[in-house]
DNA sequence: TCTTGGCATGTTATTTCATATCCTGTCTTG
DNA sequence: CAAGACAGGATATGAAATAACATGCCAAGA
């Protein structure tokens, strides 16, 4: 039972309700354009990862869905999240084992996330790995690069102001 | 005790025995001169990883640990990989829920991975992550990096000239 | 010396994360 | 109205990680 706080996330304050209705509304926009199926479980879970606005495990994800009178059981839940992944509307946190809704929807990108080892808040950025030194070992190595995992651990500006407090 | 020669990668033959009495041969010396206890336990367990020479996960190496002689309930393995992981001996790879036997002793560095998706070879090599659009865009959020996890999917050059052998 | 405290290890049990499998209902399409 | 694809519900199990407690060792300090 991890629940109970309700950390600030994203690092800045914003119209929280308009952005999750627009990302709602442009992701029904992109299944209908594509020919996907955002079904109600996988429509609520982005829903939910969008209103918490941070990252959830699979089963507190769970709880919120039977919540919502839908299914309870894990599959459910990860069925829901491999869709929502596998289009790029939500991203996986290898390092916490959790999901958090994309922030740049539409646009093909690879992301990059800063973690804030203290709340747990995540941003997501964009990152170019394969330009670095990553790409140049890679093309040393022969290794042909298909994705990456970006994931920076680290102190976020609001939990830096209140070192303890 | 730099190996100097071996180009930073860990997808080509060499002389594996030599590797590993080498690699654990610097970690010994470096623990003696940090002070550092590498135990029975941790040194088998670097060992186990420096020979198979590939990610195992913390059960596979719990079973080879068995088969030695040491106990066999996880937190012995887990003990034994934090303390290998906080000294830099060992990584963990997260989207493999695994571990690897660091291929740069003694440098401090940020490692970053390239794992391949079929045949799960991991090698290792350096990463500069804060220096690109990652690091740009955490200074202007205000975030502080402490530790960045990078790790490439894709195809290794071994499984890239067997296409479905 | 004795003892006390830190530390590594062993052991048991539990929690947390993820997948395999089977079955049912609902569409779609010929 | 079949036949097939696919989403989702339910049960069960597997895999990864940690909590909590107990024992033995050794070195500093009384
Ligand atoms: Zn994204
Ligand atoms: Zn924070
Ligand atoms: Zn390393
Ligand atoms: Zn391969």
Do not use: W
């Not at 959830?56 to 009178?69: K, V």
Request: charged fraction near 20%; glycine fraction near 8%; include cysteine.
């Amino acid at each position: 039972m991890s629940a109970g706080n309700a950390p600030p996330v994203g690092f800045e304050k914003h119209d929280h309700s308009a952005c999750v209705a627009q990302a709602l509304a442009a992701a029904e926009a992109r299944c209908a354009a594509e020919g996907l199926r955002l079904t109600p479980v996988r429509r609520k879970v982005l829903e939910l990862l969008l209103q918490k606005h941070r990252a959830l495990g699979a089963y507190a994800i769970l709880d919120l869905l039977r919540d919502a009178g839908f299914g309870s059981q894990p599959p459910v839940a990860y069925r829901a999240l491999d869709f929502l992944a596998e289009h790029g509307f939500v991203h996986k946190i290898e390092r916490l084992n959790a999901f958090v809704a994309c922030s740049h929807p539409g646009e093909t990108h690879s992301p990059a996330f800063m973690i804030c080892r203290l709340c747990d808040a995540v941003a997501e950025t964009q990152s170019t790995p394969a330009k670095g030194a990553l790409g140049a070992a890679a093309r040393a190595a022969g290794f042909h690069i298909e994705k990456t995992v970006v994931e920076a651990e680290g102190i976020c500006p609001a939990c830096a102001e209140k070192p303890k407090a």
